[in-house]
Structure formats: structure tokens, C-alpha cells
């Protein structure tokens, strides 16, 4: 299922409880896929996916928000580790492993959360929905997003501008595709003049107890969920993934008169 050509890439994005954009610090993980051996840590590998992982000023917390990982090869741990740069694109902090999956961790940082996925509705009220959040962050009408309600969290992977592919997602296809980013966060190779897109379904969190450390260093556990997601592709050099959700809080909005939800 993996060609020697098929590159997958993913960002590791941190959102904390005040939603800060400014960034802080970064650190890059890097799985690497040689299908021929397997073998790790094999800098000569033709197809690999990268997973980097960037920090938000302005937060207490150890475990961030949402983040997006890799499984450690032997020897590393639960998750891969890091070595010092990598290239195409260029990073810093890379790690390298083997494998046919990614890593998506959520959690839920104070007891107001309601819900960190898709749209809330439930017993505390009604939270906004996937097209009146995306219309708010990058406008146009609220038609050109209808497609995202009803979806749960959402695995955002940019390919390479103008080539034909194939992608799964959990054996799913994606369920909108756009050469728009429609990322609240503007990193490379997440830009359109690079990029074409994809977005895959990958459900709500779930509130598991103490389920969820950094990634990054293998520390503290809060509640959430970690999603094991299987990738199968064909036809792309590189793909590079982000993920996105809506994090609702049991306080209402005086704007909208719904509960609180914010993109993050």
C-alpha cells in the first residue's frame, strides 16, 4: 500500500485552554515507511510521514489540547523521539520510525468543557456548528461549509498541489476536498499556492480518565482520548496532516446565545 515515492506529513498543533495563537516554540516528529525492509531509523527510506509539534504561548498545561504523533519504534518509547533536523520540508527535532498509522490525541482541559469534537447538543444547550465557526474564521457564505456538519473532529491532510492520489483514512475516504487550507493556522506546507486538501471524520473525544500524555515527552495524563488512525495512500509524494475540532464549554455566548465554542 506504500509506495517508495509516498511521502505523508503531519503537524502536531497544541491549542490550549485560551485558544493562544502565538507560537511559542516548535519540536517535529518524522515516521519514516521503507517498504522494502521496515528497518528504523532509515534515513534512506523513500516514504515517510512527519509529524511536527508546535507550542502555544499563555498555558499551564503540560498535555496540550489536540496534537497529532506517530508510534516510537523499539526502543523508543510509546512515541517516536526526535533527532535534531530534518529536510523536504526543513525542520528541527525529528524523529524517525516505521509504521502505517498516526497518533491524534484530544483532551479536555477544565470540567466546563462539554465536548471536543464536532458540534455539542445535549442536555446543557446547543453549540455552534462546524459552518458557522469555519464562516466566522475565514468568511465567504455559510453554504461553502455545510459539508463539515454533523462531522467530529476533523484530520486535515495537505498533498501536493495538482497531483492525482489516493488516501484513506480508516479505510474511509475523505468527505470534502477544497485547495483551500481552511486551517486556522498558516505553517507550511499548509498554504494554497502547496497545497490541495482533504478532510476525514475522525469522530469526537472521548472523557477517558487520565488517557492522554504529551506526546512530545512522554509526560503527565489527562482526560481524552488517543486515536489510533490506520493511513493507506497511493500516488502522493508527501502528505502532511493536521487536525482541528470544536471545544465547547458549558457557558453560553452573549453574541450567538449558544454555548461557547471555539476552533481549536
Known sequence: MWPGS?????KIFQWFEDFSRS?????????????????????????????AWLSFTASAYAVPVLQVGAPGAPGEGV????????????????????????????????SSQLLLGGQYNGSAGLGQSWAAVLQAQFGGALSNYAAFNGKGAILVAAVPNGVSGALTVNGLNPFFTSATSLFPNNHDPVKDATSDFLFFDIGNFAKNAAAVPNFADETGAVTGEVKNLLIATSGFQWIHFDVMALATKNRVSSTTGLLKTALV
Open 6 to 10: 509516498s511521502v505523508l506529513k503531519s
Open 23 to 51: 507560537v511559542h516554540s516548535a519540536h517535529n516528529l518524522r515516521e519514516v515507511f521503507n517498504e522494502a525492509s521496515l528497518s528504523m531509523k532509515s534515513i534512506s527510506s523513500t516514504a515517510w510521514v512527519l509529524c
Open 79 to 110: 512515541y517516536a523521539n526526535y533527532v535534531a533536523n530534518s529536510s523536504a520540508p526543513t525542520e528541527t527535532d525529528s524523529a524517525i520510525t516505521s509504521g502505517n498509522n498516526i497518533l491524534v490525541g484530544g483532551t479536555y482541559a477544565s
